[in-house]
């Protein structure tokens, strides 16, 4: 992938059809996330509009087209969590394991850094061992990206006629003062 190509922006609500059909593909054929069903895109669109009000909403793209998106959303929503939040990442399956990612994570944790947040978190499905629906690629990821893992939940999400866990994973990207 030429690096010069890419570019990363802010998502608009008119991004949402092909937002939806990178994360289509997760809902469909994997257990990255533990949704069923693929969402409409009014109301992945609804989705957007409330992140944006208060958090950045990337995504990544070469000559207009789109490859991947990130964004942040609130960790839980009382005030006293307000400088934490849980982070979100979906490739297009053919754009993994290119870089891009790490571009829009290290953006996003850039703007989140700017905006005061000071604790990220990741919640990521995980296999008691790998399968066709769910590896352990999320957790190397966020390794990767400087995460560590905080606590486990066993058994916790069903899907595809089987269970799986889920795992939180944090990294803190300001000083607490």
Aim: aromatic residues 14%.
């Amino acid at each position: 992938m030429n690096p010069e190509n890419i570019k990363i922006r802010t998502a608009t609500l008119d991004d949402a059809a092909a937002l939806l059909d990178i994360y289509d593909y997760y809902v469909q054929k994997t257990a990255i996330t533990f949704e069923y069903d693929t969402p409409s895109v009014e109301e992945f669109r609804g989705r957007i509009r409330k992140v944006l009000e208060k958090f950045p909403y990337l995504v990544i793209e070469q000559e207009n087209n789109i490859l991947g998106y990130a964004y942040a959303s609130p960790f839980h929503e009382r005030a006293a969590y307000q400088w934490c939040v849980e982070m979100s990442i979906y490739l297009d399956k053919g754009a993994r394991r290119s870089g891009l990612g790490r571009m829009l994570y290290e953006e996003l944790e850039k703007e989140l850094k700017a905006q005061g947040i000071l604790n990220l978190y990741a919640c990521i499905g995980v296999p008691e061992k790998e399968d066709e629906h769910l590896t352990f690629g999320s957790v190397h990821f966020h390794e990767k990206m400087g995460y560590h893992l905080n606590g486990t939940f066993t058994k916790c999400g069903y899907k595809f006629g089987r269970w799986y866990n889920m795992v939180w994973m944090e990294k803190i990207i300001g000083e607490h003062k």
